[in-house]
Nanobody, 124 residues
Framework: QVQLVESGGGLVQAGGSLKLSCAAI????????MGWFRQAPGKEREFAAG????????NYADSVKGRFTISRDNGKNTVYLQMNSLKPEDTAVYYC?????????????????WGQGTQVTVSS
């Protein structure tokens, strides 16, 4: 069964904003670290942002730092990615991921559960 469900992707012009949501289904993820990864056509999947289990610590890839913000609401079992000042280079499928451990990791292999992905397309 689907454990993480992303939403909020779409088409936006360069300089615009989007907010992605990831809802956990079937279990509680409040003690898990959460991350957002993305994969552009012809490229490998890469880490974009991560957040500790309690939301007190965040980490970002250099390519998105200052433009993207990750947050979570454990009461709603949901994690968010606010994306501002979007660039065509941000075009990718964005995936939500959860790790059983509570600490952030930029390696995709550290994550145990994955969403189906949501498409973000930024036009110039």
């Amino acid at each position: 069964q689907v454990q993480l469900v992303e939403s909020g992707g779409g088409l936006v012009q360069a300089g615009g904003s989007l907010k992605l949501s990831c809802a956990a289904i079937g279990r509680t993820f409040s003690s898990y670290a959460m991350g957002w990864f993305r994969q552009a056509p012809g490229k490998e999947r890469e880490f974009a942002a991560g957040i500790r289990w309690n939301g007190g610590t965040t980490n970002y890839a250099d390519s998105v730092k200052g433009r993207f913000t990750i947050s979570r609401d454990n009461g709603k079992n949901t994690v968010y990615l606010q994306m501002n000042s979007l660039k065509p280079e941000d075009t990718a499928v964005y995936y939500c991921a959860a790790a059983r451990h509570p600490y952030i990791d930029s390696d995709a292999r550290a994550y145990d559960y994955w969403g189906q992905g949501t498409q973000v397309t930024v036009s110039s």
